[in-house]
C-alpha cells in the first residue's frame, strides 16, 4: 500500500486460462461469453428455439444397461434364483420395492456370516479345550 497507504484497495480477480490456448483466442472467448450473457439479459434478441422432446429414462439405453442385460442373463441362467431376486438393470433403476427387497436380502446374508462366525468361533473353543 505504500508509506501513506494511498495504493490500491480492490483486488485483482485472477483468471485461469485454458493450456495451450494463445492469448488471442482467450481474448475472444471471453468476448464471446460476455456478448451471448448480454444477449440473454435482452428479451428482444432472443430467437425461438426449438423445442427438443426428451426421450424417457426408461426408454434410453446406455452401454452399461447392454452389458447388465447381457452379463445378467448369464448369471441368472447359472444359478439357480429365486422369483423375488432383482436383475441388475431393475436394482439400477428400482423403486423403494425393489431397493427394500435388497435391503433384506443384504441383511439376512450379514445375519448368516455372523452367525456361521460364531459357530467357527465354538469350535475353536471346544478344539483348543479338547487339545489344550
Known amino acids: 500500500l505504500g508509506k501513506t497507504l494511498s495504493g490500491r484497495v480492490e483486488p485483482v480477480q485472477a483468471v485461469v486460462l485454458p493450456k495451450g490456448r494463445s492469448l488471442d483466442i482467450c481474448a475472444e472467448l471471453t468476448q ?36 447388465n442385460s447381457k452379463l445378467g442373463d448369464r448369471a441368472q441362467s447359472a444359478s439357480h434364483s429365486s422369483s423375488s431376486s432383482v436383475t441388475g438393470v431393475e436394482a439400477y433403476r ?18 448368516k456370516v455372523a452367525q456361521v ?3 467357527i468361533q465354538q469350535l475353536t473353543k471346544s478344539l483348543n479345550k479338547r487339545n489344550g
Not at 450473457?37 to 426428451?54: L, T, V
Not at 428400482?94 to 445375519?111: C, D, H, I, M, W
Open 32 to 67: 464471446r461469453k460476455t456478448a451471448a450473457a448480454i444477449a440473454k439479459d435482452n428479451p428482444a434478441s432472443r430467437k425461438p428455439k426449438a423445442k427438443k422432446r426428451k426421450a424417457s429414462t426408461s426408454t434410453r439405453h446406455n452401454v452399461f444397461d447392454f452389458l
Open 94 to 111: 428400482g423403486g423403494k420395492s425393489t431397493k427394500r427387497s435388497l435391503n433384506v436380502r443384504l441383511f439376512q446374508a450379514t445375519e
Open 117 to 119: 462366525e460364531r459357530e
